[in-house]
């Protein structure tokens, strides 16, 4: 059965640096979400991305954070200079198939847990 | 999109159905329900959803109340893998960011 990939499963990073989720989505879906979830917390809705453009982001998501589907497989998300607050699991997402129901169920990877020293 | 009232916990017995009862009571003619679970910080898995008619797949069954307000998802063999949180979203079908609430705490007791 097809599904959403991650990587890398936990990335530890220094306050400031950049760091970079990997998100594989599954391989006929068009439309790709990331959402992350603070421990303890609500899972909260980043981005969500089309047709190689953001359709929607969250107030969260400002200027330290871009998304980008640099080829055909891959979905990625940039923390350009990482903050404690950012310490969180970054869970992708993807829907719709090309072909078949038009459903948007979102089928969700099993995150990247992101700790910022 | 609408939003959910869901109890925050409830306990279920290895074998027994879980029932699941979820509020919608501002639901619009075009919303979906859709259920997911989280297991311990995994990501959020899908289970089912409907928009008029009861549901059923091989996860669970959901019943949607004929004025929509309300739906209960159904666990019908418990199993201590079942323990998780689950989450109601209401949403419309087409493409979007799932809203989710607190959810319910399901503990699968042996």
């Known amino acids: 059965e097809p599904e959403v990939t991650q990587t890398p499963s936990h990335q530890v990073t220094q306050m400031g640096q950049e760091v970079i989720l990997r998100c594989v989505p599954i391989s006929n879906h068009l439309y790709f979400y990331w959402y992350r979830q603070i421990l303890g917390q609500k899972v909260e809705f980043l981005v969500s991305?089309?047709?190689?453009?953001?359709?929607?982001k969250s107030e969260i998501f400002d200027d330290q954070f871009s998304v980008e589907r640099p080829d055909g497989s891959n979905f990625t998300l940039k923390i350009r200079s990482t903050k404690l607050e950012d310490s969180a699991m970054y869970f992708c997402?993807?829907?719709?198939?090309?072909?078949?129901?038009?459903?948007?169920?979102?089928?969700f990877g099993p995150g990247t847990r992101l700790t910022v020293l | 999109d609408a939003k959910t009232t869901q109890p925050p916990s409830m306990d279920c017995a290895e074998g027994r159905a879980a029932n699941l009862p979820c509020n919608h009571s501002t639901i619009s003619g075009n919303e979906y329900v859709y259920w997911y679970r989280q297991i311990h910080s995994q990501g959020p898995q899908y289970i089912i959803h409907g928009l008029k008619n009861n549901e059923t797949n091989e996860m669970a069954s959901l019943i949607i109340t004929e004025d929509r307000k309300s739906s209960t998802l159904i666990l019908p063999h418990a199993t201590l893998r079942d323990t998780a949180v689950y989450y109601c979203i209401v949403k419309t079908d087409s493409w979007g960011k799932l809203q989710f609430g607190a959810g319910t705490q399901v503990v699968v007791t042996p």
């Open positions: 991305f089309y047709n190689n453009e953001i359709s929607e």
């Open positions: 997402a993807s829907s719709r198939p090309l072909a078949g129901p038009s459903t948007d169920t979102q089928y």
